[in-house]
C-alpha cells in the first residue's frame, strides 16, 4: 500500500509568481485535504476536495485554488505569491464513507515553499 | 468557531521519565480527536485516533484519552526515549466546521534527554 506523496519537496518562488503543488492521495482514499504550515504554528486548513469537488475551505483567499482528478490525486495552486505564503503545505489523504466511521487522516511529507 | 490548545508548549524531561501533554478544545462537538508527531520540517505522523464515543486509545507506549464534555484530551507517554523528541499535535474533526477538516493546536515540542 502506497502513502500519500508530495511534490516537489521544496520550492523557491519569487514575490507574484505562480506555484502548483501536486498530492497523490493513499490507496483505496477519496478525499484530499491540504494544509498550510507557517513556521512554529499548527497547520491551518485550506480546503478539502471530496470526489472531485470542493467540500469545504478555510480562510484563504481565492488566489488559493485546487483541483482533485479522477484517481483522487490532487493539485494545490497559488497565484500573486506573497512573502507570507512561504511555509510547508501538507496534504492529507483520507476516506470518506458511512463504512469507516474513523476518517483518519493521512499526511504526505509537505512541500516546503520559499517566496523571495 | 472552534480553538484547540496545548499546554505546554515544550517540554524537557530526563530518559526513561513517564509524561502527559494536554490538549483542550472549545466546542464539544467533534467527531473525532487525533494525535500527531512531526519531527523537524517533516509531515505528520498520525500517533492516535479517538472517537468521540471513545474514552481511550492505546499504542505502544503511548496512551491517549479524550473527555468530551469537558473539551480535553491527555497523550501519555511511558517510559520516554530520546526518539520520542519531536513535536507532538493534537487536532480535531467538529460538526460546525462543515466539511472533515482537522483544526489543531499550535503543538506541544518535546526534548528527551539521554
Known amino acids: 500500500e502506497t502513502g500519500v506523496t508530495q511534490s516537489p519537496t521544496h520550492l523557491i518562488k519569487t514575490r507574484g509568481q505562480q506555484v502548483t503543488l501536486r498530492c497523490s492521495s493513499q490507496s483505496g482514499h477519496n478525499t484530499v485535504s491540504w494544509y498550510q504550515q507557517a513556521l512554529g504554528q499548527g497547520p491551518q486548513f485550506i480546503f478539502q476536495?471530496?470526489?472531485?469537488?470542493?467540500?469545504g475551505r478555510g480562510n484563504f483567499p481565492p488566489r488559493f485554488s485546487g483541483l482533485q482528478f479522477p484517481n483522487y490525486s490532487s493539485e494545490l495552486n497559488v497565484n500573486a505569491l506573497e512573502l507570507d505564503d512561504s511555509a510547508l503545505y501538507l496534504c492529507?489523504?483520507?476516506?470518506?464513507?458511512?463504512?469507516?466511521?474513523?476518517?483518519?487522516?493521512?499526511f504526505g511529507p509537505g512541500t516546503r515553499l520559499t517566496v523571495l | 468557531k472552534q480553538e484547540v490548545t496545548q499546554i505546554p508548549a515544550a517540554l524537557s524531561v530526563p530518559e526513561g521519565e513517564n509524561l502527559v501533554l494536554n490538549c483542550s478544545f472549545t466546542?464539544?462537538?467533534?467527531?473525532?480527536l487525533q494525535w500527531f508527531r512531526q519531527d523537524p520540517g517533516k509531515g505528520l505522523t498520525s500517533l492516535l485516533l479517538i472517537q468521540s464515543s471513545q474514552r481511550e486509545q492505546t499504542s505502544g507506549r503511548l496512551n491517549a484519552s479524550l473527555d468530551k464534555s469537558s473539551g480535553r484530551s491527555t497523550l501519555y507517554i511511558a517510559a520516554s526515549q530520546p526518539g520520542d523528541s519531536a513535536t507532538y499535535l493534537c487536532?480535531?474533526?467538529?460538526?460546525?466546521?462543515?466539511?472533515?477538516?482537522?483544526?489543531f493546536g499550535k503543538g506541544t515540542k518535546l526534548s528527551v534527554i539521554p
Open positions: 476536495y471530496y470526489r472531485e469537488e470542493e467540500n
Open positions: 487536532a480535531v474533526v467538529y460538526s460546525g466546521a462543515g466539511s472533515y477538516q482537522l483544526t
Open positions: 492529507a489523504s483520507s476516506l470518506v464513507a458511512t463504512s469507516n466511521p474513523n476518517n483518519e487522516q493521512f
Open positions: 466546542d464539544s462537538a467533534i467527531y473525532n
